[in-house]
């Protein structure tokens, strides 16, 4: 997961909190057991401080996932600490909810808050 792909531009409100949510319903990646491709949701939430992250790029960074053989827990930690690293934002959460398999779904969330 290259997280040098991810682009940023600049905040034009940086002195106003607000939420952006971004949701991806199509995420895939590829269990590290099995080998067998795993399917998700992945949604992130975040207040912006001086950068915003650019959409496009963050397609490109999830497409990254696609062969990976990664644990849900460690994709859920893995891309909240890769935008806390560039956006170095007031506040992210990751949440990721996964499709069943053997009958058993499973969804992760994980939150930053910039201390004050």
Known sequence: MK???LELFDN??????????????EFTSVCPKTGLPDFGTVTIRYVPDKTCIELKSL?????????AGIFYENITNKILDDLVEL???RSLSVITEWKARG???ETVSVHYSSPL
Do not use: C, H, S
Request: aromatic share 18%; glycine share 4%.
């Open 103 to 105: 009958g058993i779904t």
């Open 87 to 89: 956006l170095q934002p």
């Open 3 to 5: 997280k040098e792909i």
């Open 12 to 25: 034009t409100y940086p002195n106003r909190d607000y939420t952006i949510e971004i949701v991806n319903p």
């Open 59 to 67: 397609k490109y960074y999830f497409l990254e996932f696609r062969n």
